[in-house]
């Protein structure tokens, strides 16, 4: 375990103990195999960074509470139903080293089980009684479908561009970090210029956890990674490092990139051929870069907080982001 | 037209002009084809029953405004938003007529396109800024998810007895009937007593409905209805006129019975042979029985309520479940 790991779970180990048994507790399904579905995607090793985003923003705020682990688990629960609808969209077939639930029960469980963690989610959100928190939730579910719709719908397209990159983490992933940090926030009935400060933390964050998480998929290592090699490039996903290498190769290099990305029956010798390709042609420096960028952006939103463990706590998963193997 | 309905139309007419401007206003996609695949659901001939009858229960509790329109929207888009994945759950290629979402675009578009749908009516109600509406609205699709994975659970299988039936037509149907129903009470600010007959009346009209509809599927003429001859039956679903004449046949009639429900690639001849069963041994009459006393039911429910325009409306509509004929 790198020595940032470390030091981050000294920190949160608690509160990862207490959003674990919130996660188990909340669950409440009416019917066995609900129950058995989500637990399956809940509990096969995720960070439960989201949660842990809620509950640190909150605290940062001097908030402090024993319910706050349960209103967490929204945010673990809205992104195991996105998984579980995703690994359908993207006919996956590992997801954290594990098969996904769509092989394992079929399709139509698959989704009624999200839905079921979805309605889960807006439920707790509801039991705040705070319409604030429970538009936030609700905007938070619009946006990540059609982020995900928009992939979906530009699945395969050689000519996506940066700009169209960002709408589309920004909506799938920023959106749910942003969301996390501000109800943390709202819940601990800050200013709104910390409320504000937050969700920018949570927004960049997402933002350099999503680069960072595209780069990894160039990796080789899918032990760590527990899915498939060149995942993204078999769903027809086009993240930056490609998006910035097709744009920055001559014609001669991009053509080769481009007969590699839309064969998707790719060899492995293929998928090393373009990761050197992302890597001359800048790809993977510039990914790492910008990511950087909005790393440094999350943490200075953080500036507003004078220093405490949970302030460290959350200037660390920052850099987490950048460093992270898995 | 039958006469009923006509004189149903007379009263609701200009509601439901009202409501059709508010599906069209209130679905507010960022993403151009998120707002095509939901009109396509949307747009293809619903009654619009359920936005209805928020309406009119707003209305019966005095209560009139511009604005309940657009909140009435919300029961259509989790409607809307049930037939999409519902309609990948049965793998059904007739909705309403015209071909499902699903082999327009592919299944996880239309899996998308539902959850843009169900966030959608969350945040419609999160904006009432009521956490009472808000937490009913959440309840309603908690319930849904289930029924419907409860009714996946069960398909094919002949031991379906009518309590699990009851189960899963309350939870596929009669929460959003009622859901609707004690939403347009509780905006209406009306006494605890009115909210609970409405939501009584809303109830009892969402299981009359549905055993109307699980009849339906039982007579021969798909024109009207808009899907396949015997679609319940290919898609494994036991419904009340099925469970209730197996368990009242003798052992070779049931026999026969089972021969052809088991045999998804059943002729038309034997969907007539099962047909007969179900008037032979009383299928058909129990459910229609049964439906008339949940009918009823929902009539009693609006005793509390002096004459008015609107309570003849409601009146008309509980009827109506029982005489439809699409």
Redesign the interface.
């Known amino acids: 375990m790198s020595d940032l790991k470390h030091k981050i779970l000294h920190l949160v180990q608690n509160d990862l103990d207490k959003i674990e048994v919130a996660l188990k507790e909340n669950l409440n399904?009416?019917?066995d195999?609900?129950s058995k579905i989500a637990s399956h995607i809940l509990f096969s090793g995720g960070k439960r960074l989201r949660p842990l985003l809620m509950v640190l923003s909150s605290r940062i705020c001097d908030y402090d509470s024993n319910d706050y682990h349960t209103l967490s688990v929204i945010f673990e629960y809205l992104h195991a139903a996105t998984l579980l609808?995703d690994d359908?969209?993207d006919e996956a077939s590992l997801r954290r080293g594990q098969p996904v639930a769509n092989l394992i029960w079929d399709?139509?469980?698959a989704?009624?089980?999200?839905?079921?963690l979805?309605?889960?989610s807006?439920?707790i959100?509801?039991?705040?009684?705070?319409?604030d928190v429970?538009?936030t939730?609700?905007?938070i579910?619009?946006y990540?479908?059609?982020g995900?719709?928009?992939q979906?719908?530009r699945r395969g397209s050689l000519d996506l561009d940066e700009e169209e990159y960002m709408e589309i983490i920004k909506c799938k992933t920023a959106v749910l970090f942003q969301g996390a940090c501000r109800v943390g926030a709202l819940i601990a009935d800050t200013s709104y210029k910390k409320e504000e400060e937050l969700s920018k933390y949570g927004f960049n964050l997402g933002i350099a956890f999503q680069m960072a998480d595209d780069l990894l998929d160039y990796t080789l290592n899918t032990t760590t990674l527990g899915k498939e090699v060149g995942a993204d490039l078999k769903e027809g996903k086009l993240t930056l490092p490609v998006i910035y290498s097709l744009k920055a190769a001559g014609a001669r290099d991009r053509s080769q990139m481009q007969q590699i990305i839309t064969n998707k029956a790719f060899s492995l010798k293929d998928f090393k051929l373009l990761i050197h390709m992302i890597h001359k042609h800048g790809g993977q420096k510039y990914t790492q870069d910008q990511a950087a960028i909005y790393v440094r952006n999350a943490k200075e939103a953080l500036k507003i907080f004078k220093d405490s463990k949970t302030k460290q706590a959350l200037l660390m998963l920052a850099d987490y982001a950048l460093v992270r193997k898995a």
Chains 1, 2 share one sequence.
Request: aromatic share 4%; proline share 7%.
């Open positions: 399904p009416h019917i195999i609900v609808h359908l969209v399709n139509p469980t989704v009624l089980a999200g839905d079921f979805l309605a889960r807006l439920s959100a509801a039991q705040t009684n705070r319409p429970i538009k939730v609700a905007q579910t619009e990540m479908s059609q995900e719709i928009y979906l719908m």
